[in-house]
């Protein structure tokens, strides 16, 4: 089987898309090749995602990922928005969603555990439609 490719994008590339791709590759490496990006990425990922991230999942994503441009990706299989509440410019993708992310930067720990659990209710749900052919990629 093939794996999926698959991109997470928001405004900043700094913290949910970050976390989504982070939790992708710890949880779902086998199925989904993750990437992230943004349309004006900040030059450094989210400290608290990072801490959250290793902490919570034994993961430094801040040795292995660093915030991208949307140019930066090409021809993902699945396209998926944070909930930015802005347009994302056009990338040919046969597959779409917007997952409506609240931002947690800035916040509490329990907000990093929240936006964690979403994406990855939403990562297993997104795999199994998959699997089961309920989605066509």
């Known amino acids: 089987m093939s794996k999926y490719k698959i991109a997470f994008v928001c405004v900043h590339n700094s913290c949910r898309s970050q976390m989504a791709e982070a939790i992708a590759k710890i ?3 086998d199925f989904f090749v993750p990437e992230s990006a943004g349309t004006m990425p900040k ?3 989210n400290p608290g995602a990072v801490t959250f991230i290793k902490e919570h999942y034994g993961h430094d994503m801040g040795q292995t990922q660093k915030p991208k ?3 930066d990706i090409d021809n993902p299989d699945l396209l998926i928005t944070m909930g930015c509440n802005v347009a994302c410019p056009y990338i ?3 597959y779409r969603d917007d997952w409506g992310l609240d931002d947690p930067s800035g916040k509490s720990v329990q ?5 964690a659990m979403i994406i990855e209710e939403k990562l297993e749900n997104l795999r199994r439609r998959l699997e089961e052919g309920e989605l066509k990629v």
């Open 27 to 29: 949880k779902h490496s």
């Open 43 to 45: 030059k450094a990922i």
């Open 69 to 71: 441009k949307i140019d």
């Open 92 to 94: 040919s993708t046969s």
């Open 111 to 115: 907000a990093y555990r929240n936006t």
